[in-house]
């Protein structure tokens, strides 16, 4: 089994930044074998989405919303996950959840990111 912890979320104005963090603990097993970590998010009303994903091998994916905004990375001997969310816009207000993917899909509890005009 494996836990994401995830932090880093809060209340910032329109343009401002913020990181959020997620590290997997558990299974030495079951962690060793994640291959994708990514981020997704849920605002009220909507389905989950997608934000971005990394590799173990480092490639990465990002919804359009977010290209050129947000960067995801990871720290493998950490087991962490980082989305570092700058330029941020009222309508990246969401709970943002960490997942990870191995022969299952694990999720974090999720933090709230709420951006002000």
């Known amino acids: 089994q494996v836990q994401l912890v995830e932090s880093g979320g809060g209340l910032v104005q329109a343009g401002g930044s913020l990181r959020l963090s997620c590290t997997a603990s558990?299974?030495?097993?079951?962690?060793?074998?994640?291959?994708?970590m990514g981020w997704y998010r849920q605002a009220p009303g909507k389905q989950r989405e997608s934000v971005a994903s990394?590799?173990?091998?480092?490639?990465?994916n990002y919804a359009d919303s977010v290209k050129d905004r947000f960067t995801i990375s990871r720290d493998n001997a950490k087991s962490t996950v980082y989305l570092q969310m700058n330029s941020l816009k009222p309508e990246d207000t969401a709970v943002y959840y960490c997942?990870?993917?191995?022969?299952?899909?694990?999720w974090g509890q999720g933090t709230q990111v709420t951006v002000s005009s």
């Open positions: 997942n990870a993917l191995s022969f299952v899909a694990y």
């Open positions: 558990g299974s030495i097993f079951s962690i060793n074998v994640i291959n994708v």
């Open positions: 990394i590799t173990t091998g480092g490639r990465t």
